[in-house]
């Protein structure tokens, strides 16, 4: 078995594309580094890391994803701004392979943190839509459900975002998101299968027609999801396909939660508590969170009685 190990002992890039800030990036970004500065251009410009990251792959046949391969993928990406009605439409069919996502979707985030947990961010070109002014040629050329997340590849188009995380985990190259053993992946697909349930029941809860007690019991499975395996803090031990399922949705779910219902998720759950620590050294993931008080402010918006 491949492993990587990643030492990233430079200075991180700092840049302006932060998800929070990326509605007003302009067509050029300036990075400023110790030394010396470049510029970026749109659209998916590819910043190398700084010299000093080192990129260490042992011998073998499949790389798993452990944290420390997945920690730093070897590029600092400027992320391009969203695609209106009045945008140019991308040159669809070339060949070329391309994400679309909404920057606000959390379905479509499953499918960016896949991407960049591979290091696939050169491969597969980010295209976000605006929602509110989506492309016309996206419902007709792409995706005729009009959702994101949808895959461009091979001239075909991919959606749903639970089976686009596995197509991009089996056709391409990076370390592997899903570990072989039967009884993992037995329980992963438990898992996939629950994530409508847990999202509904929380959502329930937000509206007000939930109570507290039914909100406690979906994170209760989480908790208790997170203690079958102990070879790691993730829902199969090791980080995997699972988590990226989860992730975009706890991000959003705690922060409101806390707000507006006072309702700490991870009360009494520490196994939760963790997890969500280890996301969040996952820059892979990072990368594509928002800030938490974004989220709070939409869903205030979405579920007013509770405001
Ligand atoms: N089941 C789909 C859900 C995707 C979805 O609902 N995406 C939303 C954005 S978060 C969307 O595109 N909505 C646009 C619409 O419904 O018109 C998946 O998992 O990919």
Redesign the pocket.
């Known amino acids: 078995m491949t492993t990587l190990k990643v030492s990233f002992r430079g200075t991180s890039l700092s840049s302006s594309s932060s998800p929070t800030s990326r509605q007003h990036i302009s067509d050029s970004v300036a990075f400023s580094l110790p030394k010396k500065s470049l510029t970026a251009k749109f659209p998916n410009t590819f910043i190398p890391c700084p010299p000093k990251l080192r990129l260490q792959a042992s011998s073998g046949k499949k790389a798993r994803a452990s944290l420390s391969a997945i920690v730093a993928t070897g590029v600092q990406e400027v992320l391009p701004p969203a695609l209106t009605s009045s945008s140019v439409p991308p040159t669809l069919f070339d060949g070329k392979t391309r994400l679309y996502v ?1 920057y ?5 985030q ?2 960016w943190i896949a991407r960049n947990c591979k290091g696939l961010e050169e491969k597969i070109e980010l295209v976000p839509l605006d ?1 509110q002014d ?1 492309p016309s040629w996206y419902k007709e050329k792409v995706n005729s ?5 949808s895959l461009e590849h091979n001239n075909e188009i991919k ?4 089976d ?1 995380i596995k197509y991009i985990d089996i056709n391409f190259e990076g370390p592997s998101l899903f570990p072989d053993d039967p009884a993992k992946r037995e329980f992963a697909e438990e898992l996939f299968s629950y994530t409508d349930s847990f999202n509904k029941s929380v959502f329930s809860f937000f509206k007000g027609d939930g109570t507290d007690a039914a909100a406690g019991a979906a994170f209760d499975d989480l908790e208790t999801a997170l203690s079958k395996f102990e070879d790691g803090p993730f829902f199969l031990g090791q980080f995997s396909l699972v988590d990226i399922a989860y992730a975009p949705f706890v991000e959003r779910f705690q922060p409101f939660a806390l707000d507006v219902k006072k309702f700490d998720i991870t009360a009494g759950r520490p196994k939760l508590a963790t997890w969500i620590q280890e996301m969040d050294k996952n820059v892979a993931y990072t990368k594509t969170r928002r800030d938490p008080k974004v989220h709070v402010e939409i869903y205030k918006r979405r579920f007013p009685a509770e405001v």
């Open positions: 909404s606000t979707c959390p379905f479509a499953r499918a929602l989506r459900t009009n959702k994101v997340p959606v749903e975002s639970l686009l």
